[in-house]
């Protein structure tokens, strides 16, 4: 009884935290903003930056000091607070609560070309950002424009070419803006896009957006100072390294590769070189370091927050990524498909349609490769599935590898991640409609398993299911044998469930009977003692030691940037800002940065790691076990192919197959009677817009649409 009485009141408890917690983190988010809003104006110039620099006066910090207090402190607090609302976020059960039918229309798709499928809310932020950028545009140009007269006087030219220069300075400032946000997409690990209730991959299309504005403003900002100097006789000024004020050369430097990075985005060029794209986005690190250089590390510090956080989460993805991973098992299916399934830590859990990246050296060193797991934590506590298509030259390779006919024991491989949702609100609906174009079926099995688990172990209500598969092959049908967990994992009946399956085959007109059936092979792999599960790089805390890695390393960095101002750079400048070298103290500060996360993330790292490798030792030791008994048994292999394909069969049983046609789509959705339905649309672009479309309909009131899509 006293046990039920603390599980209801940490269940009202957890909740209203969680709440004050988020309610603060908008609050200082707001606060941030009002910085940004307030910075081009007379009132902070002429009013707020003099008292801020009177209270923050400090030989320690500089002009340095109130920027990372307006700036960055706010952000890295906030990221804080998000490390502590997800950690007392896993302590909840699954998510019951009906969705507020008031605020459907914040989340209802649209259509936007350029923009792909958006939410009204996700548009009318991007439109506040756009107004953000015009308002710091405008009243800088302002600002500098009441100047112009007398600078024109200064430096003996015209009014006009004065203004010029002004309007090319303040371009590049508002770019500057820009890339500040441009980095939080792209922290996979972020507490901040979490709490927010996003994911890295349904971000990335911010980072796009952001990232196009930024260097649309960072070339108009090149080729205005290029058109300037040209008009005033002063092209010399492109060699000019200012060692005391902006440098010339690590600016075009920047844009160089700035514009490397732009072009090769370019989404038609990307998919067809997506090497090219990969490899062009390492530009990314000497772009930073350049831009840095360029404007001096004072004001590069109003976009640190974001890169902080960025590189923090690099710096942790590298060193998961050392390690080889535990491949035990591939299961080949007759589509050109492979499951691949990697031993894991029972202590890691995440959440349906989350994403590892791949590495296999043997293939490329550099390639990492996005996959969803189909695997689910809690159905499967030992086991890490992905399915990989033959899609690419990349995947090609690797299907090559294990399909061979005598496949190598051991296959090298390293990941990175899981990175998915931190909540799912499947358990919302009276039914999910899951909809897929070819491989886009793979985060629907997580979701399934997932599913098969709450309903079986939890005893819990779940929602009628309809599964609409489309398929180029009836080859493809073999993927559905997949919604299963392998036989591997103890029996479980996926019956409970209500599920339908009605599959679309597009171009074949029957099945073809003279085709014989092949059978879905399973290769076993002999890992190395030296291979690890793949476990939490951080531990089963992970948000907290995420947390402490923020904080630590924030206070390494003040502490270390202190002494170094302090000793080195106060004695020569003497806070003017105009006597130390621009260029020695930029470099300093990205060292001291780059120092401070190694010291703390490293410790973290290898804490969790030292715990991690007693459980990888005992699971090793279990499955050598299983491995050593399995041998014993010469039919073992043919077993298991048996078993496996019974499965696939008693699927096919339970789905309908339609022959050359395509679902009316419309039709079928329009049909659903349930009162709540969520659906789901993964696989190619156009088809996930019929959907959306279909959903943002008058009469589709009972549809809540949820786009799934990894676009790089």
């Keep these: 009884m006293k046990n039920k009485t603390m599980a209801s009141s940490s269940t009202v408890a957890i909740p209203a935290v969680r709440g004050a917690i988020l309610l603060l983190a908008v609050v200082i988010f707001l606060g941030n903003i009002m910085m940004w809003i307030i910075m081009p104006t007379d009132t902070y110039y002429n009013d707020w930056l003099l008292h801020i620099l009177a209270a923050t006066n400090s030989t320690f910090f500089g002009i340095q000091g109130p920027i990372m207090l307006d700036f960055t402190f706010p952000i890295l607090f906030i990221a804080i607070l998000g490390c502590l609302y997800l950690h007392l976020g896993n302590k909840l059960q699954p998510n019951f609560t009906p969705r507020n039918k008031k605020l459907r229309f914040a989340t209802k798709p649209m259509i936007v070309k350029g923009l792909g499928i958006v939410t009204l809310t996700e548009l009318a932020l991007f439109t506040l950002f756009i107004a953000l950028c015009v308002w710091y545009f405008a009243d800088y140009i302002r600002h500098w424009f009441k100047q112009a007269l007398q600078r024109s006087i200064d430096k003996d030219e015209k009014l006009w070419q004065t203004k ?26 972020s507490s901040i896009l979490r709490m927010l209730g996003l994911t890295y991959e349904s971000s990335i299309k911010y980072h796009v957006w952001i990232g196009n504005l930024a260097m649309l403003l960072f070339t108009a900002h090149g080729f205005l100072y290029i058109l300037y100097w040209i008009l005033t006789h002063q092209l010399s000024q492109m060699l000019q390294w200012g060692d005391h004020y902006v440098s010339n050369i690590a600016g075009e430097i920047c844009l160089v590769c700035g514009l490397c990075l732009w072009i090769t985005s370019y989404p038609k060029l990307r998919r067809k070189l997506f090497e090219l794209f990969l490899y062009t986005h390492y530009l990314y690190i000497p772009f930073i370091i350049f831009f840095v250089l360029h404007i001096g590390i004072g004001f590069a510090t109003i976009m640190l927050p974001g890169f902080y956080l960025f590189l923090i989460d690099r710096y942790l993805r590298f060193l998961q990524s050392r390690d080889n991973v535990r491949l035990v098992s591939a299961r080949v299916l007759p589509c050109r498909t492979v499951e691949l399934n990697f031993s894991k830590t029972p202590g890691l859990s995440y959440n349906p349609t989350s994403t590892i990246f791949v ?12 996959f969803t797991v189909t695997s689910s934590s809690n159905l499967e506590p030992q086991v890490l599935s992905v399915v990989i298509k033959c899609e690419g030259n990349w995947t090609k390779k690797l299907y090559d590898v294990v399909s061979s006919p005598s496949p190598a024991d051991r296959l090298h491989v390293s990941i990175e991640g899981p990175y998915g949702p931190s909540t799912t609100h499947f358990l919302r609906n009276d039914m999910l409609v899951l909809i897929s174009g070819g491989s886009g079926i793979t985060p629907f099995i997580s979701i399934i398993r997932e599913l098969i688990f709450i309903k079986s172990t939890l005893k819990c209500k779940t929602p009628k299911i309809l599964i609409i598969p489309i398929f180029k092959n009836s080859s493809n049908l073999s993927i559905l044998d997949l919604i299963l967990p392998n036989s591997t994992t103890p029996s479980i009946n996926s019956h409970n469930l209500d599920l339908q399956i009605e599959a679309y085959i597009t171009r074949e007109k029957g099945h073809p009977e003279h085709k014989p059936q092949t059978l879905i092979r399973t290769v076993w792999f002999k890992p190395n003692s030296s291979d690890k599960p ?5 531990g089963p805390n992970s948000w907290l030691w995420l947390a402490a890695i923020i904080s630590s390393s924030f206070v390494i960095f003040l502490i270390l940037l202190g002494t170094f101002n302090q000793y ?20 300093m500060n990205m060292l001291l940065v780059c120092f401070s996360i190694v010291v703390a993330a490293s410790g973290a790292f290898m804490w969790n790691k030292k715990q991690n490798a007693k459980e990888a030792k005992r699971i090793q030791d279990m499955e050598e076990s299983a491995t050593s008994r399995s041998s014993s048994d010469s039919s073992y292999g043919q077993e298991d192919i048996e078993m496996e394909s019974v499965s696939l069969q008693a699927t096919v049983k339970s789905i309908n197959v339609h022959y050359a046609q395509r679902p009316d789509l419309k039709r ?42 990894f676009t790089w």
């Design 359 to 370: 590495n296999v050296p043997t293939i490329s060193k550099m390639q990492w490769h996005p």
């Design 534 to 538: 793949v476990s939490p790089t951080l």
């Design 568 to 587: 080195v750079v106060y004695p020569i400048d003497r806070n003017t800002n105009k006597l130390y070298s621009f260029t020695k103290k930029g470099s």
């Design 668 to 709: 079928i959705l329009l049909e659903v009677k349930e009162s709540n339905v969520g659906v789901l649309a993964s696989g190619p672009k156009k088809m996930r817009e019929d959907v959306a479309e279909i959903c943002s309909s008058v009469h589709a009131e009972n549809l809540h649409y949820e786009s799934i899509s």
């Design 164 to 189: 010029l220069d002004r309007v090319g300075i303040v371009t590049g400032v508002t770019g500057n803006l820009c890339l500040t946000f441009v980095f939080y997409p792209v922290t996979r690990s």
